[in-house]
Nanobody, 123 residues
């Protein structure tokens, strides 16, 4: 099983930024599509952004377009989610996930999931 680890979460005020990282344990992410998902208390897990294995294709949920940027650095074997202009409604546990189908924000297309990192946006 591919193991994924998220990092970079924390507590920030509205309008501030965070950068999340997703790294594998003992394997490469080069050929995996990577998605970022989030889940707030009492809500279903929702897709935030995804990136293809070669980094050429990216997608974003409407709620984060223009504010979040997904990228990958294969030399570092890491996928990032840069989150700018954070809002209280962005508060959630953020998960990265790996799959073989690029360009989807549907949970069912991802096979491997990290444990999540908490992002809290509050004044």
């Amino acid at each position: 099983q591919l193991q994924l680890v998220e990092s970079g979460g924390g507590l920030v005020q509205p309008g501030e930024s965070l950068k999340l990282s997703c790294t594998p344990s003992g394997s490469t992410l080069d050929y995996y599509a990577i998605g970022w998902f989030r889940q707030a208390p009492g809500k279903e897990r929702e897709g935030v952004s995804c990136i293809s294995g070669n980094g050429a294709l990216t997608k974003y949920a409407d709620s984060v377009k223009g504010r979040f940027t997904i990228s990958r650095d294969d030399a570092e074997n890491t996928v990032y989610l840069q989150m700018n202009s954070l809002k209280p409604e962005d508060t959630a546990v953020y998960y990265c996930a790996a799959g073989v189908l690029a360009g989807t924000l549907s949970r069912g297309h991802y096979d491997y999931w990290g444990q999540g990192t908490q992002v809290t946006v509050s004044s």
